[in-house]
């Protein structure tokens, strides 16, 4: 079992920026994939950011060049920085973790947190 717990979500103005953080307990194995996903009003939800505990990364296209994603893997705890932040990102953002074989494989159960809120007001 694994649990996640995310914090830094808010209200900001469009431009402004804001850090999400996910912190992981439980069983957590040495080669794992974390992310952040969202979920607009009324749509499903979308990956944002992810990053594997090699380091291999892969970001939404709308979100390129704005957040950013790092892992701090002693302290099992995942960031996505967001700068220029838009009214379009707003979302529950979500903090995800599973187990991978390799950097493309993923095996083993999906975990998800209890999700964030970010609203961006323009």
């Known amino acids: 079992q694994v649990q996640l717990v995310e914090s830094g979500g808010g209200l900001v103005q469009t431009g402004g920026s804001l850090r999400l953080s996910c912190t992981a307990s439980?069983?957590?194995?040495?080669?794992?994939?974390m992310g952040w996903y969202r979920q607009p009003p009324e749509k499903q939800r979308e990956l944002v950011a992810t990053?594997?505990?090699?380091?291999?990364?892969i970001y939404a296209d709308s979100v390129k060049g704005r957040f950013t994603i790092s892992r701090d893997n002693a302290k099992k705890t995942m960031y996505l920085q967001m700068n220029n932040l838009k009214p379009e990102d707003t979302a529950v953002y979500y903090c995800n973790y599973h187990r991978i074989l390799t950097d493309t494989i993923r095996i083993g159960t999906d975990y998800w947190g209890q999700g964030t809120q970010v609203t961006v007001s323009s």
């Open positions: 439980g069983t957590i194995f040495s080669r794992n994939q």
């Open positions: 990053m594997t505990s090699s380091g291999a990364t």
